[in-house]
């Protein structure tokens, strides 16, 4: 069977539509963030990132994978691991922050987060970390906590944070993308990827039915990792009314976890820092000091982005 018999151009979107042999780019081509879209790496630019008074120097923005890193760091500084303090500097992707010189040195990926450790255990040289779950997995290692020491436990937390790091790509990059970003609505798109999304909250719904955490009896990176995904789409808070759409309120258990973890204190305050959008007050552009959260908040301070 030709692929004109298997795929008949007039049923393409758009219609007649057939790949080429060779694809090219075209830029501007991809929705609501084209424009900092590319197929290639590397600096556009040369930036230096700034570094501000704390060892660790974190270069974010509030997304979903930035408030991974903000609400663990949040969580070790309520825990008494005063080591963990933080400076937060704002990344405006949107501006192409992330294609710096600087930026670039620290992940050659060019997304958000990326961090710099200036106070390794070790004494020695800095340490450069790009990809959440390495730095989650780094932070709770260097300051021996949420992440269980136990080789079972230990196991059990590591396989729910590289699910969640498998998953959201189908939420975000899929879902999130055909649903509310892309420039035209394809039912085939939308349904493949709804589908899939369903069933990664039945397979967090089934486990939270018989834990009260993610992995286990104990609350760990692999609840932080998760949280601003599944639990921000379980609040109805992605997307538009994507909630509404995929019938988020009957997953029972996730809607549990999801209130009884955005009810402590540094999962707020972590999930306010570097955000930009949303309620003003639950907007800190940059954070580079606790009492930031009490007189920086974009309500008091007004846009000075």
């Known amino acids: 069977m030709t692929d004109e018999n298997k795929f008949p151009p007039e049923k393409n979107l758009p219609a ?4 080429p042999k060779v694809w090219t780019w075209e830029p501007g081509n991809g929705g609501a963030f ?16 700034p570094v501000g008074k704390h060892p660790i120097q974190l270069y974010s923005l509030g997304t979903p994978n930035g408030q991974k890193v903000t609400i663990l760091l949040e969580e070790l500084l309520a825990s008494g691991h005063s080591g963990a303090e933080y400076d937060a500097w704002l990344i405006k992707i949107n501006e192409g922050d992330q294609f710096g010189s600087g930026f670039v040195d620290v992940n050659p990926n060019s997304k958000i987060p990326a961090m710099m450790d200036h106070a390794p255990k070790d004494g020695g040289a800095p340490i450069r970390l790009f990809e959440s779950a390495s730095m989650m997995t780094y932070l709770a290692d260097k300051f021996g906590a949420f992440l269980p020491s136990d080789a079972r436990k230990r196991a059990e937390v590591m396989n729910w944070l590289f699910w969640q790091m498998g998953s959201a790509p189908f939420l975000g990059g899929g879902f999130g993308h055909f649903y509310a970003y892309a420039p035209v609505k394809i039912q085939y798109a939308i349904d493949r990827y709804a589908m899939e999304v369903k069933r990664q909250m039945d397979v967090l719904n089934r ?8 992995a286990g009896d104990e609350y760990s990176i692999a609840d932080m ?15 538009d009314d994507a909630g509404d759409f995929l019938s988020v309120d009957e997953y029972e258990h996730v809607q549990r976890w999801r209130k009884q ?18 309620e003003p007050s639950m907007q800190l552009h940059e954070r580079h000091d606790a009492s930031d959260f009490d007189t920086k908040t974009q309500d008091k301070i007004g846009d000075k982005s």
């Open 261 to 278: 973890l955005y009810a402590r204190k540094p999962v707020e305050r972590g999930s306010m820092v570097n955000r930009t959008f949303g």
């Open 225 to 239: 990792a998760i949280l601003p995904w599944y639990g921000r789409l379980a609040a109805k808070g992605a997307y």
């Open 207 to 214: 486990q939270l039915a018989n834990h009260e955490f993610i």
């Open 34 to 49: 084209a424009n900092i879209n590319r197929p290639i790496a590397g600096p556009t630019h040369d930036k230096e990132l």
């Open 16 to 19: 007649g539509y057939v790949p």
